[in-house]
């Protein structure tokens, strides 16, 4: 399978959906999402569903007259929702993080269990791969990536001794990779730290914090007023970006007051407790466990 949906229901209860309504699904993947706003539709209104990736356009297979598929990074929403002439969302979704099929793919470099070219792009036909990063990057910037979206308290050795190998050889595949940082992961945390560094080459290669807060910044404008927003994060970076949003109104948590000193907000959170996958789902879709899923409509 592609890609399981992780809290399908929970997240389009979320949504509110009304018959009529503009719905924009900003990551397809599987189309599983995408096709439950579809049923709920019921064959009124207009969902967009977006992805970069063009493996993806693959799942899409007989779709009906109120959907349209974009294929492009979210961050550009309002670019094309203008192009399509829209002038209100009802409802956006977000199921951020990386879906199975990258996982799985061992052609793509996202997963250190596979030996392949470190390239980690979701969309293969445009910009820098991971190994492009540590083969140019200098030490002081690698550092500070690993840090700030790998959490790791190693970032400085790790990056001192990626700079150290390039004397001797490019990193050009995974293998190559975690020969050079393996010696810093102790072996009862080797899998958590490994993957906490894939996750900053592959947040830096995507430029997925940039993205994700352009992308919030324009659903502030486009959601009309009790419209909402559905987004399952993964990782704290992403999770703090969206509380912001829905505290503050804005990615960066910057507070706007009115006259009388009180919160000047375009958002409610619909749940006050962030909603998880119950033990079945983290049991029978593994890639559930870190999820959680924030709610909010527009005020």
């Keep these: 399978m592609y890609h399981i949906p992780v809290l399908l229901n929970a997240s389009i209860d979320g949504l509110n959906i009304r018959q009529g309504g503009i719905y924009v699904d900003v990551t397809f993947g599987g189309g599983g999402h995408s096709r439950e706003i579809l049923r709920r539709l019921n064959g009124t209104g207009r969902l967009f569903s977006f992805d970069q990736d063009p493996d993806a356009e693959s799942n899409i297979g007989e779709a009906p ?17 203008r192009y399509y002439g829209i002038d209100h969302i009802d409802g956006l979704l977000a199921d951020l993080g990386v ?14 269990r596979f030996d392949a070219p470190l390239d980690m792009r979701m969309n ?6 991971a190994a492009d990063v540590v083969n140019t990057y200098d030490e002081e910037r690698l550092a500070d990536l690993f840090f700030l979206y790998g959490e790791l308290k190693t970032s400085r050795k790790i990056a001192a001794a990626i700079v150290k190998h390039r004397g001797v050889g490019a ?10 940082v393996e010696p810093f992961f102790k072996r009862e945390k080797e899998k958590k730290e490994m993957a906490k560094l894939f996750q900053a080459l592959r947040i ?10 352009e992308m919030l910044t324009a659903a502030t404008q486009w959601i009309g007023e009790g419209g909402r927003i559905s987004v399952i ?4 970076l992403e999770d703090r970006i969206v509380k912001n949003l ?26 006050n407790k962030v909603i998880v996958p119950d033990e079945q789902e983290q049991t029978e879709n593994p ?7 924030r709610l909010a409509e527009k005020q």
């Design 65 to 81: 007259d109120n959907f349209t598929f974009v294929r492009s990074n979210f961050r550009y929403l309002d670019n094309w929702m």
């Design 99 to 112: 879906s199975s099929h990258h996982f799985d793919d061992e052609t793509r470099g996202f997963s250190f």
């Design 124 to 129: 293969k036909r445009a910009g820098i791969t």
């Design 171 to 180: 990193i050009r595949t995974t293998n190559d990779f975690l020969r050079v």
């Design 204 to 213: 830096e290669v995507n430029h997925e914090m940039d993205a994700l807060r």
């Design 233 to 236: 994060t993964y990782h704290s």
């Design 246 to 271: 829905i505290k503050t109104g804005n990615p960066e948590g910057k507070r706007h007051e009115d006259f009388f000193g009180r919160v000047t907000a375009p958002f409610k959170a619909v749940n």
């Design 287 to 293: 890639r559930s466990r870190s999820a959680k899923l």
